[in-house]
């Protein structure tokens, strides 16, 4: 099975060279030319438009950004993409799946990029082609060893055979896999990283209370990390949550929970939490 990878970053780079590992054809877009050169000078083939690699594949990970401006998520990348490859379904008799492996608040695979697929290919989703939300759940600084290694695969899927098909795929993992609709897929990917930014925020609180009390963070935390219903992870204060995932998705999720009329005010303190350290972090950065 040919997979073409649409967007070439962190998470599309992980998600291409992996399946790769695991046997399968991969071609990469990306409207950066010097990614698509060094890929391209790695063995991998790539592809100078979005409809060549729909074309050339018979499934389609869209990878692209969706970064959050002024609190709310930027979903022009996005857009770009699912009218392309739209365009790139139009010119197939092929049945293709489309997987959404950006990050999407709940709701936008089904609402939006469904939609838009089908006005630009004029066919009908479920039929003319199939459709899937995959988030992905990566480290940026071991997104490729994250990838190979799964806690977990979630598939979202629009029908019964579009999850068949990247169950398929996933099958060379040895990782449990978890199908539910599209909206819950989406739903799964920001409680995660919400969670993981609380945890962090409540542990940075206790740093600053231990601090105050004249006792040592560390310690106490690694006590408790200790226990396995909690771990180790982001329990070791001093520094805010940063990187290119959780605090954009704190307040894209935060504004879209105010939109329905839903007021978040747990994550609205643990963001609120994490400026205040990114504040004392910065005051202790320059006394060192």
Known sequence: MRISIIGAGVTGQATGIGF?????????FDINKEKLGALKEKGYGV?????FAVNDSDVVFVCVPTPTVDGVMDFSFLRAASVEIGKGLQESENYHLVVVRSTVLPSTTRCKIVPLLEQYSRKKAGTGFGVC???EFLREKSSLQDFLNPSRIVIGELDKRSGDVLEELYKRFDAPI????????????YVSNLFLGSKISFFNEIFLICKDLGLNSDVVSRAVASDPRIGEYGVYGGRPFEGSCLPKDFRAFINFAKGKKINPRLLEEVLRINEAM???YSKSDKKD
């Open 20 to 28: 790769s590992n695991k046997g399968f054809e991969i071609i990469f």
């Open 47 to 51: 592809r100078d438009k979005i409809e």
């Open 133 to 135: 939300m995959n988030p």
């Open 178 to 189: 978890f199908r539910m609709d599209m909206d819950h897929a989406e739903m799964v990917k």
């Open 278 to 280: 990114s504040a004392h």
